[in-house]
C-alpha cells in the first residue's frame, strides 16, 4: 500500500471512529440541557481533519497499543480542539461564521450556549482521560491528565491563544511568532505523541526523537495554514480565508515571504521524519503525516 493509500484509509477510519464515539458521548438527554448536546454535536461531530487523534493512533502502533485505549485518548484530544474552535469563532476572540462549511456554533445556536458547549467538551476530555477504560494503570492516567493540563493551558494553547490576540496590536518578530504557534497549536500536537510514548511506558529519556517530530510538524503544520490563509479556496477550507492579513497579525507567509516560508515547511517535514529514523515500518503512517500536513488543500 503506498503512503497515500495508507494514509487516506487511516484518516477515514478514524474519522469514522471518532465520530461513532461522540455520538454516544454526546447522547441528547431529554431534559433542559438538550441545547447544550445538540450544540456540542453540531461542533464536534461531521467535520474537521481528525489529524490529533490519529497522531495519537499513528503513534500508538510504535508501542502496538490496545485500539480502544487509543481512540478514547484521541477523543479526549478532539475533545479539547474542538472546544478552542468554540471559543476561537466567537465574536469576543476571531468572530468567525463559518467552520467546517457550516455556521459557527453561536451563530447556529447562540453565544451562550456556545461558551457552555466548549466548557463542555473542554471539561470532558479530563474525564475520559480520568476514566479506567483509558487506562487500567492510575499512574498513566495521572500523567496523560497533567499533559493535557499543561498543553491547553497557559502554558500551552490558551498562552498561544493571548499571544494571538496581542498579535492584533503589536508586532512580532519571527521567534515570537515561533513560539506564539508552538503554543497555540505545536501543545496539543505534541500531547497526542508523548500520550501514546506514555501509555506505552516508553521513559522519558526515550522520548527526544518523538519531541521533535512532533515539534517540527507541529510548525510545519502551521505554516501551511498561514499559505492556505494566502493561496488556499475558502470552498474547501469551509472557514473564512485571509483574516490574519486583515486583522495586521505577523505571520510565517508575512515575514518569510511564500516561497521562503514554503522552503521552511519542508525542511521541517524532512527533519521530522529524521527523527524517526530509529523506528521500523511500524513509522511510516507518521511519516505519511508528516508528508500531509504540507500537502493538504484545507
Known amino acids: 500500500m503506498t503512503g497515500n493509500a495508507m494514509l487516506r484509509d487511516a484518516m477515514q477510519a478514524i474519522a469514522e471512529d471518532i465520530d461513532a464515539a461522540f455520538d454516544i458521548l454526546l447522547t441528547v438527554p431529554d431534559d433542559p440541557r438538550r441545547r447544550l448536546f445538540e450544540a456540542m454535536r453540531h461542533a464536534a461531530m461531521g467535520g474537521g481533519k481528525r489529524l490529533r487523534p490519529l497522531l495519537v493512533r499513528a503513534t500508538g502502533k510504535l508501542f502496538s497499543l490496545d485500539r480502544e485505549q487509543m481512540i478514547r485518548v484521541g477523543l479526549a484530544v478532539e475533545c479539547i480542539h474542538v472546544y478552542s474552535l468554540v471559543h476561537d469563532d466567537l465574536p469576543a476572540m476571531d468572530d468567525d461564521d463559518l467552520r467546517h462549511g457550516k455556521p459557527t456554533v453561536h451563530l447556529a445556536f447562540d453565544e451562550a450556549t456556545a461558551i457552555l458547549a466548549g466548557d463542555g467538551l473542554h471539561d470532558l476530555a479530563f474525564e475520559i482521560l480520568a476514566d479506567e477504560r483509558t487506562h487500567p494503570d492510575p499512574f498513566v492516567r495521572c500523567e496523560l491528565l497533567r499533559l493535557m493540563a499543561r498543553a491547553s493551558g497557559p502554558h500551552g494553547m490558551a498562552g498561544g491563544q493571548m499571544m494571538d490576540i496581542a498579535a492584533e496590536t503589536a508586532a512580532f518578530d519571527l521567534s515570537t511568532v515561533t ?119 484545507r
Do not use: N, W
Open 179 to 297: 513560539r506564539l504557534q508552538q503554543l497555540k497549536t505545536g501543545a496539543i500536537i505534541g500531547f497526542c505523541v508523548e500520550a501514546a510514548a506514555v501509555m506505552g511506558r516508553l521513559p522519558p529519556e526515550g522520548r527526544t526523537g518523538l519531541h521533535g517530530y512532533a515539534r517540527d510538524i507541529g510548525l510545519a503544520f502551521q505554516i501551511a495554514d498561514d499559505l492556505l490563509d494566502v493561496e488556499g479556496d475558502a470552498g474547501l477550507a469551509g472557514k473564512a480565508l485571509g483574516k490574519d492579513a486583515a486583522a495586521g497579525k505577523q505571520t510565517f507567509v508575512s515575514l518569510l515571504g511564500v516561497e521562503q516560508a514554503r522552503r521552511q515547511a519542508r525542511m521541517l517535514v524532512d527533519q521530522a521524519k529524521a527523527h524517526l529514523r530509529g523506528y521500523d515500518a511500524r513509522a511510516d503512517l507518521l511519516r505519511a503525516i508528516a508528508d500531509y500536513v504540507i500537502e493538504r488543500d
